[in-house]
């Protein structure tokens, strides 16, 4: 059975603390693995990682794919109390795209 | 403006009851799902659509019945509900593999509370 992993599954730091967040997968036809801020709503998208070794920033959250040992990181640097939030990690399988999700980190950022 | 849009974003209904929940893309994505996401924030998916066709049904009861008029349309049916089915359900809309960015982009949620 297809399952994604993620841990912690919850995380309780302070402002100004660098955080890693861990999934790792297994997937049949695994194409690529999306992560994923959902605060109150909706989530929304953060990265999408296809290729290994490959590190995608987007200002103090960075991603990263090893697709040898099926697992990817979100790292967020000086963490900000707007951090707080459920992350999601989500492998695409398929050629239609079909989602899988993991259960979430929530992580709270303290003042 | 709104990408990914769903009705209504609340819903409160007696045991019993039938009741349909909307969804609509304006992103020209081919492929739609729903997604089912409990008291614990776990997605889950319950279908996907590819160009009007069934691609995925998840094990879900088959009070659940997912239509999809066109492509740029998926609603979800369902009847007899229960106490269980209590939860948040987000439609959201993709390119299939293979034709780019597959990110999917999700409605704004439907909360449901059986009553």
């Known amino acids: 059975e297809d399952k994604v992993v993620q841990s912690p599954l919850s995380l309780v730091v302070h402002e100004g603390d660098t955080v890693t967040l861990n999934c790792s997968y297994e997937?049949?036809?695994?194409?690529?693995l999306l992560w994923y801020k959902q605060e109150k709503k909706a989530p929304t998208f953060l990265f999408m990682l296809?290729?290994?070794?490959i590190e995608k920033k987007s200002g103090r959250l960075s991603s990263i794919l090893d697709k040898k040992e099926l697992f990817s990181i979100l790292n967020i640097t000086a963490t900000q109390t707007g951090d707080s939030a459920v992350y999601l990690c989500?492998?695409?399988?398929?050629?239609?795209?079909?989602?899988?999700f993991g259960k979430g980190t929530k992580l709270s950022v303290k003042p | 403006d709104t990408a990914v849009s769903q009705t209504p974003k609340y819903l409160v209904t007696q045991m019993g009851n039938d009741k349909s929940i909307k969804c609509e893309q304006n992103?020209?994505?081919?492929?739609m799902y729903w997604y089912k996401q409990d008291s614990k924030k776990f997605l889950k998916i319950m279908f996907s659509?590819?160009?009007?066709?069934?691609?995925i049904n998840e094990t879900v009861p088959n009070r659940f019945s997912p239509k999809s008029p066109d492509k740029a349309h998926l609603n979800l049916h369902i009847n007899s509900l229960e106490l269980g089915d209590s939860a948040v359900y987000f439609c959201?809309?993709?390119?299939?593999?293979?034709?780019?960015?597959?990110?999917?982009?999700f409605g704004q949620g439907t909360r449901l509370t059986v009553v």
């Open positions: 659509y590819n160009n009007k066709e069934l691609i």
């Open positions: 959201a809309s993709s390119r299939p593999i293979g034709t780019g960015n597959t990110e999917a982009f």
């Open positions: 997937v049949t036809n695994f194409r690529s």
């Open positions: 992103l020209g994505h081919d492929t």
């Open positions: 989500a492998a695409v399988r398929g050629s239609q795209g079909n989602l899988i």
């Open positions: 296809t290729s290994s070794g």
